[in-house]
Nanobody, 125 residues
Framework: VQLQASGGGLAQAGGSLRLSCAAS????????KAWFRQAPGKEREFVAA????????YYADSVKGRFTISRDNAKNTVYLQTNSLKPEDTAVYYC???????????????????WGQGTQVTVSS
């Protein structure tokens, strides 16, 4: 497994969870990273992305101001801090990585090369 997502679970509305995605292999250190999510019966959608340096971040409008993506290249890990959770945030969250991605396609699922296995986030009302 090259990308291992963890940290999902059950949270109440208004609560928080911190998701992690650990990468195996030094090649991922310089890759852009992202989080997508997929709710039951829906297509996978973009949540957030971060450039390899961590200097630039991108968010879906639905999570701006509530979620924060960050990375620790020394640990080869990307994080997604989810705050003020809502029931509509319930989904399987996937991490993704790519060696070279322009900001214009950060939100395009098919543009990402590597994917983790997903971690379930369930938010109760």
């Amino acid at each position: 497994v090259q990308l291992q997502a963890s940290g999902g679970g059950l949270a109440q509305a208004g609560g928080s969870l911190r998701l992690s995605c650990a990468a195996s292999g030094r090649k991922f250190i310089n890759y852009a990273k992202a989080w997508f999510r997929q709710a039951p019966g829906k297509e996978r959608e973009f949540v957030a992305a971060i450039a390899w340096s961590g200097e630039r971040t991108y968010y879906a409008d639905s999570v701006k101001g509530r979620f924060t993506i960050s990375r620790d290249n020394a640990k080869n890990t990307v994080y997604l801090q989810t705050n003020s959770l809502k029931p509509e945030d319930t989904a399987v969250y996937y991490c993704a990585a790519d060696p070279m991605l322009s900001p214009q396609v950060m939100g395009v699922m098919n543009a990402w090369t590597y994917w983790g296995q997903g971690t379930q986030v369930t938010v109760s009302s």
